[in-house]
């Protein structure tokens, strides 16, 4: 059985610190508004693509990575 890694979590300050968008000046509100529109815009234009469900998950996990 394989082991357990346990340093692939981060605490929530870890991730308010080094988030990128924290280092360009965003809120932490600033952000989520900017992801929350963002996927919306990914799922929007896949209706219009008529792209399937999981191409449009794909492309708001990238959005988000």
Do not use: W
Not at 20 to 29: E, H, I, K, L, N
Not at 44 to 58: D, F, N, T, W
């Amino acid at each position: 059985m394989a082991a357990m890694v346990d340093t692939f979590y981060f605490t929530p300050e870890e991730l308010e610190l080094e988030s990128p968008s924290r280092m360009d000046g965003y809120t932490v509100d600033q952000e989520a508004s900017l992801r929350v529109l963002g996927a919306d815009l990914v799922q929007k234009g896949g209706i219009l693509l008529h792209c399937p469900q999981v191409a449009m998950a794909m492309g708001q996990i990238l959005l988000h990575n």
